[in-house]
């Protein structure tokens, strides 16, 4: 995923001045992702940079990306001091530095009756605050990125989510419906079947019983982790706010996200599978800010549902096991250098070491990936290459392998092309629990279907390519029973223009292929009495075959030049002339190619006989000629106009004439 980082905000992280852009951009291409793109913006520096996906989880924030700049530049980043809120107690509250004898802000009660699908769920009441523009300094770090400026309290959110990565909502609280005893009531649950919620941009979505929405007792108030509703959206005349931080399951959102066709800057983070510590960070920098921005706003206290707080990942390594899986000479002091700038946990025993990296970075699960992390930061340019040892074991023959590729080279060696179709089809016996299409929800039991797709749609690409015949085989895996897979092989052909002999050339082509399968392997493989299509079971075959003692012959490269095959559909002419006896067919041909120009995809010469004339004998050719454009579907008048012009350029000939 791409995501935009402004060099300003960057430099808001650091008492020390960064180094300039470029050096910023060296490092990150030297150790952390691609630099795509570094456009000015004012006085400031828009980083364009490509995340990938094990580091979504704290990437996609310019306080994650500061952390990888004080890492590499080896700058500290400035230490935050965490402010006092003003919580309003029973009966009282701080405003101005006073206390007043006010009545207490409501209170809050959240449910989550899915923990699965949110593992944390926090929300705060914030009373007295005022709706309005933002202060220059927030709307200048969000139009930096492409944020468009709201108000003040959706800009703290986005500002949130793009300071620590964390997604949050902010709902107008008058707006929810309260339980008896007055209090506000939240609900993390699955939506109702056919249940409706109008989004903030407009949109009128039909939810289905597999999403999860945050609701009051009435009704949905936004689609979690994805866009909140417009029921309950802030405005201008907005006084109470609850300030939502949650933690939503990765894989759920990205399905909701999909479902409902809509997806936001929130739901890409929660995709990327974010830790649920970030959510109290993120409910603490929101807090201040509205504070800062509503000094007579007065906060209630934070609702945090978290039943199964993540564990602590400690990993116990020595330098000695780090330096064999990095292939590096690292001491125990470089080591402790580069862990201690990462901001990780440790305790050093000699050169053994117990760290333990923070609970944002999801990514360090076993102690391979935090070798892999110091060695990103030591520079894998530093890493001396070395070559592997030579391998003292026998290399024997795969069976499968082995007997497969003989089929193969049979089966080419008698016109045939190898195929690859879904494994996935409309019917059968074993159900996909996510089709990837509406007409592939099983695995296949056979390839016979595929085959004879494939068959048809090559069929009808024949006088593209020449052929007079579609011959194509496939070896594949098949699951004819729930729980059971076999190796099969299938191969078919398709005789084109036979007539009345093509049932008896299609049984020819299909003996001769068995026959020299047969032969190749020393097994009958019998040719089906009808139809164009033989499949065998290849597993029950290779018992029948002893293993294979001689060597497999190595791979060998091959100079083979691909063109690019167009996607706009050919256009089919046939063209016959008559021409003095001596004049041979590449003659004519070469004039025919010459004149049609590059539209011309694909001649061939398909009759030729001779016949006595009064002024001597004559020779007829004729050709096949396909015309097709790499840019554009070809029209009648465009390709009747080179079919004039070829025609033209063989009637000036003397003694020829086209019929």
Known sequence: MNVPISYRWLESHFDKKLPEPEEISGLFMKHLCEVEAMEKHGDDTIFDLKILPDRGHDLL??????????VLANIPLKETVKKESRFCGIGSRKSSGRDQLVESVPSLRVEVREQKLCPRYMGRVIEGVSVGESPAWLRAFLESVGQRSINNIVDITNFVMLELGQPMHA??????????????EIFVRKAHTSERMITLDGKDIVLSSETLVIADSAQSLAI?????????????????????????????????????????????????NISPVLAEEAMQMATELVLEMCPEACVGAVV???????????????????????????SGDAVEDIVKRLGFTYRRTGDAFSITPPAYRLDLLIKEDLAEEIGRVYGYENIIPTPISELSFKAESLKTYVYANIIRDVLVAQGFSEVYTYSFQKEGVFAVANPIAEDKGFLRKDLSAGVSDA????????????????????????????????????????????????????????QSACDSLSAALGVSVPAPLQGNIVEIDLGALLEKLLKPIFPVTPFKAIETRYQKISIYPYMLRDIALWVPEGVSS??????????????????????????????????????????????????????????????????????????
């Open 171 to 184: 709902f107008d609280a008058a707006k929810l419906a309260r339980g008896k005893d007055g209090a506000f």
């Open 224 to 272: 979690a982790g994805v866009k909140g509703g417009r029921d309950a959206g802030v405005d201008q005349q907005t006084t109470t706010i609850i300030f939502e931080a949650a933690n939503f399951d990765a894989v759920n959102t990205r399905r909701t996200s999909e479902r409902v066709g809509i997806r936001t800057d929130s739901s890409c983070r929660f995709e990327h």
């Open 304 to 330: 945090d549902v978290y039943p199964a707080p993540v564990a602590k990942r400690e990993f116990g390594v020595s330098v000695a096991e780090l330096n064999a899986i990095l292939g590096t000479k690292l």
């Open 586 to 659: 590449d003659v004519v041909h070469n004039m025919i190619r010459k004149e049609a120009g590059e539209l011309l995809a694909f001649s061939r010469l398909f009759d030729v006989f001779t016949k006595e004339f009064p002024d001597g004998k004559k020779t007829s050719y004729a050709f096949n000629l396909v015309f097709q454009s790499h840019k554009k579907t070809l029209s009648d008048e465009e390709v009747n106009g080179v079919m004039e012009r070829v025609t033209k350029v063989l009637a000036m000939e003397g003694g020829w004439t086209v019929r």
């Open 455 to 510: 068959l048809l749609l090559n069929a009808r690409n024949a006088p593209l390519l020449g052929l007079d015949a579609v011959k194509i085989f496939e070896i594949g895996k098949v699951f004819p029973r729930v729980g059971e897979e076999k190796l099969s092989c299938a191969f078919a052909v398709d005789v084109l223009n036979a007539g009345k002999k093509k049932d008896a050339r299609t049984k020819e082509v299909l």
């Open 61 to 70: 924030a310019h306080l994650g990306i500061a952390r990888e700049v004080s």
